[in-house]
T-cell receptor
Framework: AQRVTQPEKLLSVFKGAPVELKCNYS??????LFWYVQYSRQRLQLLLR??SRESIKGFTADLNKGETSFHLKKPFAQEEDSAMYYC??????????????FGKGTHLIIQP | DVKVTQSSRYLVKRTGEKVFLECVQD?????MFWYRQDPGLGLRLIYF???????EKGDIPEGYSVSREKKERFSLILESASTNQTSMYLC????????????FGSGTQLSVL
């Protein structure tokens, strides 16, 4: 079964502290994973994808196939990081189309 | 920049009404999707389309239908709205060429009274 699990509904950390948002997946093929972010009153947008191996806004995520994880990390949280974060897995839908299955999301709150 | 436009930001409808949610994209994307977003449940796929007039059910299609008569437009239809369809509805689009990222609209918050 194709599944994405984000165990934390809510994560609250202080400004300047490290942040780790957890994501685990279940997929029989070669996985491709994404992190999407939704800031208050803004549309959902791509934060990063694992094949890019890039750092966006100080965030990084490493695909660990052994642990089937794709945790999102940032060493020093900033107040503007407060948002809803969704981990997503690329899947093959009906008709052979590519789509995404999402986790339930983690609401990150950065306290001043 | 890719633009995915949803026609309404807020809608209030009555139980039993037929509701149309419209989505238009301007990047010639083959794939279009409708998700609903609920607190604690994340995003759940309702329907998607990978070509004009082609549609496939997602994870929660019951009570919904879709229409894609033109490549740029994908409509979600609630045949007879019910209170449990009160939700945020998100439209998204992408290219078909393999594991492309999704571009999202700003969402329609539908309240069914």
């Amino acid at each position: 079964a194709q599944r994405v699990t984000q165990p934390e509904k809510l994560l609250s950390v202080f400004k300047g502290a490290p942040v780790e948002l957890k994501c685990n997946y279940s997929y029989s093929g070669s996985p491709e994973l994404f992190w999407y972010v939704q800031y208050s009153r803004q549309r959902l947008q791509l934060l990063l994808r694992h094949i890019s191996r890039e750092s966006i806004k100080g965030f990084t995520a490493d695909l660990n196939k052994g642990e089937t994880s794709f945790h999102l990390k940032k060493p020093f949280a900033q107040e503007e990081d407060s948002a809803m974060y969704y981990c997503a897995l690329s899947v093959i839908l009906g008709g052979g189309a590519d789509g995404l299955t999402f986790g339930k999301g983690t609401h990150l709150i950065i306290q001043p | 920049d890719v633009k995915v436009t949803q026609s309404s930001r807020y809608l209030v409808k009555r139980t039993g009404e037929k509701v149309f949610l419209e989505c238009v994209q301007d990047m010639d994307h083959e794939n279009m999707f409708w998700y609903r977003q609920d607190p604690g449940l994340g995003l759940r796929l309702i329907y998607f389309s990978y070509d004009v007039k082609m549609k496939e059910k997602g994870d929660i299609p019951e009570g919904y239908s879709v229409s894609r008569e033109k490549k740029e437009r994908f409509s979600l239809i609630l045949e007879s709205a019910s209170t449990n369809q009160t939700s945020m509805y998100l439209c998204a689009s992408s290219f078909a060429r393999g594991r492309e990222k999704l571009f999202f609209g700003s969402g329609t918050q539908l309240s069914v009274l």
